[in-house]
């Protein structure tokens, strides 16, 4: 079972930047590439990228694109995600997800971290 763990959230003020961390509990060789995710209230999640685990192929979804930057490290098992600019509308859980070769959907999934962000 792949366990993921988020950390790095809490409050900053408009304009801060933040970065969190996403460790991976397993050995990541069958592990196709990571994704962060987030959800605020109300809203429907929202897919921020991913990028793969064997090289290093990133997507960075439009609305973040220039503030956000999603690396890894794979001797740390980790991935990271570089917010800076931010905004209060970037309030929200964020969360990692992976999934394996050969799957079509982020099947394993953190508990989250908050970030919130004041004005």
């Known amino acids: 079972q792949v366990q993921l763990v988020e950390s790095g959230g809490g409050l900053a003020q408009a304009g801060d930047s933040l970065r969190l961390s996403c460790t991976i509990s397993e050995r990541t060789f069958s592990i196709y590439d990571l994704a962060w995710f987030r959800q605020a209230p109300g809203k429907e999640r929202e897919f921020l990228g991913r990028?793969?685990?064997?090289?290093?192929?990133?997507v960075h979804a439009d609305s973040v694109m220039g503030r956000f930057t999603i690396s890894k490290d794979n001797a740390k098992n980790s991935v990271y995600l570089q917010m800076n600019s931010l905004k209060p509308e970037d309030t929200a859980v964020y969360y990692c997800a992976t999934r394996r070769s050969g799957d079509r959907q982020f099947g394993y999934r953190g508990q989250g971290t908050q970030v919130t962000v004041s004005s």
């Open positions: 990028i793969t685990w064997s090289g290093s192929t990133t």
